[in-house]
């Protein structure tokens, strides 16, 4: 009896940790890939009459946005110790505005750091940097409910190495 028992906790224990451990599609955006709008319309048109489409129901192309994005530089990179927007950051994201004004989804923005300095310091510079970004946008045209910011400080680098050229690589803001 007692080996039946244990037998069947093993088997809801066992279900339990499935349970735990599936997951959901998660979109770039943040938005639960479930196939379905929470209205329960999922952009397909049935029929042949194609009315539906001219009352203004489009599915979004996700390949278009890709290329327009592959073509537009999505990280803005600081000089060593600051938060200030350079000259080619303000280029690259005046693009990126252009683009982004006719979308609706969240923008997330990520700050980093290179390796210099306190974890702490770090993370409050990578901060900063992402709100300079977010700043700007706002300033120029794009709505603050949409920008969501992050930094990772120096915990995420994408050059390894000791030097100026790896650490100015570091010292960026991406735009996700």
């Given at each position: 009896m007692?080996n039946k028992?244990?037998?069947?906790?093993?088997?809801?224990?066992s279900?339990?940790?499935?349970?735990?451990?599936?997951?959901?599609?998660?979109e770039?955006g943040?938005?639960?890939?479930?196939?379905q709008s929470?209205?329960?319309?999922?952009?397909?048109?049935s029929?042949?009459s194609?009315?539906?489409g001219a009352q203004?129901?489009?599915?979004?192309?996700?390949a278009?946005?890709?290329?327009?994005?592959a073509?537009?530089?999505?990280v803005?990179y600081?000089?060593?110790d600051?938060s200030?927007?350079?000259?080619?950051?303000?280029?690259?994201l005046?693009?990126?505005i252009?683009?982004l004004?006719?979308?609706?989804?969240?923008?997330?923005?990520?700050?980093h750091?290179?390796?210099?300095g306190?974890?702490e310091?770090?993370?409050?510079?990578?901060?900063?940097r992402?709100?300079?970004?977010a700043?700007?946008m706002?300033?120029n045209?794009?709505?603050?409910?949409?920008?969501?910011?992050?930094?990772?400080g120096?915990?995420?680098?994408?050059?390894f190495?000791?030097?100026?050229?790896?650490?100015?690589?570091?010292?960026?803001?991406?735009?996700?």
């Amino acid at each position: 009896m007692k080996n039946k028992n244990l037998q069947m906790l093993g088997v809801v224990f066992s279900a339990v940790l499935l349970a735990a451990c599936s997951s959901t599609d998660v979109e770039e955006g943040g938005e639960v890939n479930s196939g379905q709008s929470l209205s329960g319309f999922d952009g397909s048109v049935s029929g042949g009459s194609g009315a539906a489409g001219a009352q203004g129901f489009e599915q979004n192309e996700p390949a278009v946005e890709e290329e327009q994005m592959a073509d537009l530089n999505s990280v803005f990179y600081f000089e060593f110790d600051s938060s200030s927007l350079t000259a080619d950051a303000r280029a690259d994201l005046d693009a990126q505005i252009d683009r982004l004004r006719d979308s609706v989804g969240t923008i997330r923005l990520e700050g980093h750091a290179d390796e210099r300095g306190t974890r702490e310091y770090n993370i409050a510079l990578g901060e900063r940097r992402a709100q300079a970004v977010a700043d700007y946008m706002v300033l120029n045209g794009i709505s603050r409910y949409r920008i969501e910011t992050v930094s990772y400080g120096e915990e995420r680098p994408l050059s390894f190495g000791q030097g100026e050229s790896a650490w100015s690589e570091n010292r960026r803001v991406e735009l996700k």
